[in-house]
Structures are given as structure tokens and as C-alpha cells.
């Protein structure tokens, strides 16, 4: 399976299959283009736009009787720089989203759950649903953000790494459940909780296996399929299907220590 983001016109560099995995790896040459989806959609996933835009117009609708209105704006207008980690699950998630090959939901924005500014949450880093010719199936991914020049960077190594998280996800019961039920507690439309029951059933007819799980690595250095190939080997000799693994690699034109200013159009 591959990906398809027209606005962003990746070119596949190099691909490989075995097994129920697959991995991919895309490069993005064109920097305009990359600038402005950073910091388009990018950045108001990241942001959590939708959500904020209307809770702070909730704010302002509030009775302002004994209101300082430059407290008020010194309130609304806190906020700490993005890291460049927090934009690259963002760009992962909206790459899969707009994924004109496959139709991907993404129930919540996690941002929402953080009590902290600086809060980096436990768990999957991708929590969704995916449909297919059969329905509706839960998606799972992790997402990797790397500086490191080596290949393969060391965020994919390691208990720590893309590899494990991945297989550990896939095939703990524990983490699973806790998955599916921080899930539901989420799925607040009616259309929602459908996607829910259907990914939930389909998950429990196959004895835990009828799941999609996906880890994307971004990288800002030349394509190098020895960055995902091993890992997604690795996953291959480790999950069956009806389980599907996708591993992809971007590789994008601009410096991963700049994405914070250009995802808030300051650079």
C-alpha cells in the first residue's frame, strides 16, 4: 500500500514487501510545497485549530462583566513553541489522513490530553481507524522524528525503537485493551462509535489480528532504504497476517530544526 498526498507530490524512492509487511520510501523535493503544508494542515493538527477556535470563542462569549480584557488576551495568547518532534506527529498524521489511496480517521486530537504544556503522552502515537474493502479496522502507528545521520538512525533500534514499540503493540493484550477503551471514551458522534464497533468487532473475530499498524520515520537526509527496511524485516518474522504493517520513510527538504518556525510561518 502506498501513500498519495497530492500536495506534497512524493516520489516513491524505493519499496519492498514480505510477508504481511510492507515499507516504503518517499522523497519530497518540492520545498514550497512542503512549507505550506507544514504550515497549513500541519500546523493546525498540531494546534489543535478546530477545537481551540471554538473554545476560545466560548471564552469570549462569556458575560465580560469584571473581565480584564488584557488579561483575557495575555490568557488566550500563552502558549509554548512546538517541538519538532510534536510537528512530525502531526505531519504523520495528516499524511495519512489525506492519504488519497485509503480513507483514515483520526477520532482525537491528543494534544487535548495533555495537562502540561510540555506533557509528551504515553502509548501509541497513532490511534485510529482505517477502511478497507471489508470495512472498518483500527489503525496503530508510531511516529519517529530524527536529527541522527546515520543509517538507520537510532530511533529505530533498540527496546526503545520503531521495531519493538510496534511488535509490542501489536501483540500485548494489555495495550491493546487500554487502547480500545481510551478509544471509546472518545468516539462522541454517532458515526464515530460506529467506526468503533466495527473496528472492535473485526478485532475480536480474528483473535486480536485484523488490525492495521503503520510507523513513519522523518528524516531530513538522502534516502537510504537500509533506514526501514531491517525494522520492517524484523516485524515481518514477527506478525501474520490478517495483521497489515506498513513502515514509510520521508524524506523532506527542509531542516527538521526548522519545521517549528515554518510551521508558524516565521521562517
Same mark, same amino acid.
Given at each position: ?11 516513491? %524512492? ?15 523535493? %518540492?520545498?514550497?510545497?512542503? *512549507? ?11 494546534? %489543535? ?45 495528516? =499524511? ?21 504544556? *510540555? ?10 481507524? =482505517? ?59 454517532? =458515526? ?26 522523518? *528524516? ?43 510551521? *508558524?510561518?516565521?521562517?
Amino acid at each position: 500500500m502506498t501513500i498519495t498526498v497530492p500536495e506534497l507530490n512524493a516520489r516513491i %524512492d524505493y519499496s519492498g514487501a514480505q510477508g504481511c509487511t510492507v515499507w516504503v520510501g518517499y522523497v519530497v523535493e %518540492d520545498k514550497s510545497a512542503f *512549507r505550506q503544508f507544514l504550515a497549513g494542515p500541519v500546523h493546525e493538527r498540531g494546534a %489543535d485549530a478546530e477545537f481551540n477556535n471554538a473554545w476560545e470563542k466560548e471564552i469570549k462569549a462569556l458575560d465580560s462583566t469584571g473581565m480584564s480584557s488584557t488579561f483575557l488576551e495575555d490568557f488566550l495568547g500563552a502558549s509554548v513553541e512546538e517541538k519538532s518532534w510534536e510537528i512530525g506527529e502531526a505531519l504523520a498524521e495528516t =499524511v495519512l489522513a489525506t492519504d488519497a489511496e485509503r480513507t483514515v480517521v483520526w477520532p482525537w486530537n491528543e494534544a487535548r490530553d495533555r495537562k502540561t504544556p *510540555r506533557a509528551s503522552l504515553p502509548g501509541a502515537d497513532l490511534v485510529g481507524f =482505517v477502511e478497507d474493502h471489508l470495512g472498518v479496522k483500527l489503525i496503530l502507528g508510531e511516529v519517529k522524528t530524527s536529527y541522527d545521520a546515520k543509517t538507520p538512525p537510532s530511533v529505530m533500534s533498540g527496546r526503545t525503537g520503531m521495531g519493538w514499540q510496534l511488535a509490542d503493540t501489536a501483540a500485548s493484550l494489555t495495550i491493546l485493551k487500554t487502547l480500545f477503551k481510551w478509544l471509546r471514551a472518545r468516539c462522541l458522534s454517532d =458515526v464515530l462509535l460506529v467506526m468503533y464497533h466495527q473496528a472492535l468487532k473485526r478485532f475480536l473475530t480474528s483473535d486480536g489480528k485484523d488490525l492495521a499498524i503503520v510507523g513513519v520515520l522523518l *528524516r531530513d537526509t538522502v534516502p537510504d532504504e537500509r533506514d526501514i527496511k531491517g525494522r520492517a524485516t524484523f516485524l515481518a518474522g514477527m506478525l501474520a497476517t490478517p495483521t497489515q504493517v506498513e513502515l514509510s520513510a520521508w524524506y523532506l527538504p527542509e531542516k527538521i530544526v526548522d519545521w517549528p518556525e515554518i510551521s *508558524r510561518g516565521m521562517l
